[in-house]
């Protein structure tokens, strides 16, 4: 079992930062694959970025290239979503997804652990 611990969370004016933190205590988090998922009221959820055990290779959905970058710190057990140039329509709950899968995967179904998530509000 795999837990996992978002944070990092709020309310942000259009254009603004934030920085989404996932903890995963344990002596597993280099073994898996790290992602994450938003979903906005109404609506399902999304991919929004994955990266490798490793940290080697990342991949970001088209909605948030160029503006969110994903990264680890596997001595910390900690995957981050760094957030800029945010929009309103980044609104969402934001999940922290673990994966034991080899490649990145794009699906919420392929992921095996699921954090609680964290509220994103971006005000225009």
């Known amino acids: 079992q795999v837990q996992l611990v978002e944070s990092g969370g709020g309310l942000v004016q259009a254009g603004g930062s934030l920085r989404l933190s996932c903890a995963a205590p344990g002596r597993t988090f280099n073994s898996y694959n790290m992602g994450w998922f938003r979903q906005a009221p109404g609506k399902e959820r999304e991919f929004v970025a994955a990266i490798s055990r490793s940290g080697g290779r990342t991949y970001s959905a088209d909605s948030v290239k160029g503006r969110f970058t994903i990264s680890r710190d596997n001595a910390k057990n900690t995957v981050y979503l760094q957030m800029n140039s945010l929009k309103p329509e980044d609104t969402a709950v934001y999940y922290c997804?673990?994966?034991?899968?080899?490649?990145?995967?794009?699906?919420?179904?392929?992921?095996?652990?699921w954090g609680q998530g964290t509220q994103v509000t971006v005000s225009s």
């Open positions: 997804t673990a994966d034991s899968a080899y490649d990145l995967d794009l699906r919420a179904k392929d992921y095996d652990y």
